[in-house]
């Protein structure tokens, strides 16, 4: 059985779209200063309640659009992912709309952020949020170290020698661990794993907005 990563494609000549999140607040954190591991991170505590909503940053509209919140999926997506059985994954609704849609505020704040609103599309598709829960377990001979911290609840994986997971780090997947789902994610680190099937899938129906790595298994 062969495993693959997978992430958002950016795009080749043209990038593609991006999905941003309206919001007029900042979300709320909780800054924890660990006087014990001596790492400071922060912790979200607001949840949001109703559908989010998403201003696209321009038309070249792939399957698969990266966002700060997650992938989204577009429609034609989901009836491949509907027709093809693919398990693993749920779908969230979202708004996808016209940046003149949003208050104000937001788009100042997007000018802000240096995005050019005119290109903004006016009449975006609708994609949906994809949450992955498909899982899947990195094998114990994968050479990570966990870091755990008792005061702050902090865990961390690390490559050995190192304070972070070095970016040429093999990670292995535990083949055994398999429960046959299409499209699952590794626990921590936390990575978008998915089957040989669900590449084929992606290609025979020309999905867009996906690259995918290999991934050693045992
Ligand atoms: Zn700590």
């Avoid at 779908?91 to 940046?99: N, Y």
């Avoid at 702050?152 to 190192?162: D, E, K, Q, T």
């Avoid at 046959?180 to 990575?191: Q, V």
Wanted: with cysteine; aromatic share 10%; net charge negative.
């Amino acid at each position: 059985m062969t495993f693959y990563s997978f992430s958002s494609d950016e795009g080749k000549k043209k990038k593609f779209a991006t999905g941003v999140k309206v919001v007029l607040r900042p979300p709320s954190f909780e800054d924890i200063h660990c006087s014990d591991c001596g790492i400071h991170w922060r912790k979200t505590v607001n949840s949001e309640e109703g559908k989010a909503q998403f201003v696209l940053t321009n038309n070249h509209y792939a399957d698969f659009l990266y966002s700060s919140d997650g992938l989204l999926i577009s429609e034609r997506a989901i009836e491949v992912f509907d027709l093809e059985g693919i398990s693993g994954y749920s779908k969230t609704e979202i708004i996808v709309s016209s940046p003149k849609e949003t208050p104000a505020e937001f788009q100042r704040l997007l000018r802000l952020a240096g995005e050019n609103v005119k290109k903004m599309p006016e009449n975006p598709p609708q994609y949906y949020m994809v949450m992955i829960n498909g899982l899947i377990s990195l094998h114990q001979e994968q050479n990570l170290k966990f870091i755990h911290c008792n005061k702050c609840g902090l865990v961390r994986a690390v490559s050995p020698g190192s304070s972070f997971i070095n970016t040429d780090h093999n990670l292995i997947i535990d083949a055994s661990s398999w429960r046959c789902e299409d499209i699952m994610n590794t626990n921590y680190p936390a990575r978008n794993v998915c089957t040989e099937r669900f590449i084929e899938i992606y290609h025979k129906h020309e999905l867009t907005g996906l690259i995918f790595s290999d991934l050693t298994s045992r």
